[in-house]
Nanobody, 124 residues
Framework: QVQLVESGGGSVQAGGSLRLSCAASGRTFSYSAMGWFRQAPGKERELVAAIDWAGRYTDYADSVKGRFTVSRDNAKNTLYLQMNSLKSEDTAVYYC?????????????????WGQGTQVTVSS
């Protein structure tokens, strides 16, 4: 069992930066692939970034490549998403998710645990 709590969301102007954190509890975090997803009003939830259990491999949505960086600190049971050069289209609720597997996937249905989400609002 893994419990996830996101933090770090807020309002920022276009071009600004935010760093999201996801604190995990449970003994299996270190062996779980993790993902950041987002959902904008009226849109489906989509993968933003994913990372394998060791932090060696990552994947990003094309829309955030070069601007967002996902990382994890297994010693602190924490997942991060550094978001730079934010755009208005990045406005959404951001969720972290954990898989009961060391390998990530873009399929949100393959993630077993979800946080409650944190709002990110980017104004132009």
């Amino acid at each position: 069992q893994v419990q996830l709590v996101e933090s770090g969301g807020g309002s920022v102007q276009a071009g600004g930066s935010l760093r999201l954190s996801c604190a995990a509890s449970g003994r299996t975090f270190s062996y779980s692939a993790m993902g950041w997803f987002r959902q904008a009003p009226g849109k489906e939830r989509e993968l933003v970034a994913a990372i394998d259990w060791a932090g060696r491999y990552t994947d990003y949505a094309d829309s955030v490549k070069g601007r967002f960086t996902v990382s994890r600190d297994n010693a602190k049971n924490t997942l991060y998403l550094q978001m730079n050069s934010l755009k208005s289209e990045d406005t959404a609720v951001y969720y972290c998710a954990a898989r009961a597997s060391p390998l990530f996937t873009a399929n949100l249905n393959a993630y077993n645990y979800w946080g409650q989400g944190t709002q990110v609002t980017v104004s132009s």
